[in-house]
């Protein structure tokens, strides 16, 4: 039942991004025309809309552009998390996800901060297994 709750959906365009997922890897699309990075997954290249795009593996590294410290729970899934941080990462290959920060302990949010360099991780919610971001040293 919990599951249900954390519903991110997948489609012809998506679904071999989430696949990857599953095996942690994060994979990302290029275009072969203007080799251009983008992310979230499209049908066709989104700054020249040519259709020859390929997946590209991830290195997995890029640093925190912006962030927020989520303390109250949008629904009962989130409860259990809380504090949590929701970050958006600039990877290595230009591209901007959205995810989460995980560390050990947020009673010290100093140590979280614009520029910081990240790696991907992975985080399992049963049916779903979604890239997660953990500071570098």
């Known amino acids: 039942m919990e599951n249900d709750m954390l519903n991110v959906g997948s489609d012809e ?17 290029n275009c072969n025309d203007c080799k251009r990075f983008q992310f979230p997954p499209n049908l066709s290249c989104r700054y ?42 600039k990877l290595d290959e230009g591209v901007m996800i959205e995810s989460w920060i995980i560390q050990d302990e947020l009673s010290d949010e100093s140590v979280i901060s614009i520029g910081a360099k ?6 399992d919610f049963g049916t779903y297994k979604l890239p997660v971001f953990k500071l570098l040293n």
């Not at 365009?13 to 699309?29: F, P, R, S």
């Not at 390929?54 to 640093?63: H, L, R, T």
């Not at 990240?118 to 985080?123: A, E, L, P, R």
Request: charged share 20%; proline share 3%.
């Open 13 to 29: 365009v998506t679904q071999y991004y989430w696949d990857h997922c599953k095996q942690e890897k994060l994979m990302i699309q």
């Open 48 to 89: 020249c809309s040519s259709n020859c795009i390929e997946w590209k593996k991830s290195n997995g590294i890029g640093e925190i552009y912006s962030y927020s410290v989520v303390y109250r729970a949008p629904s009962v899934f989130f409860e259990k998390y809380v504090p949590y941080v929701v970050a958006l990462i």
């Open 118 to 123: 990240v790696k991907t991780s992975y985080q």
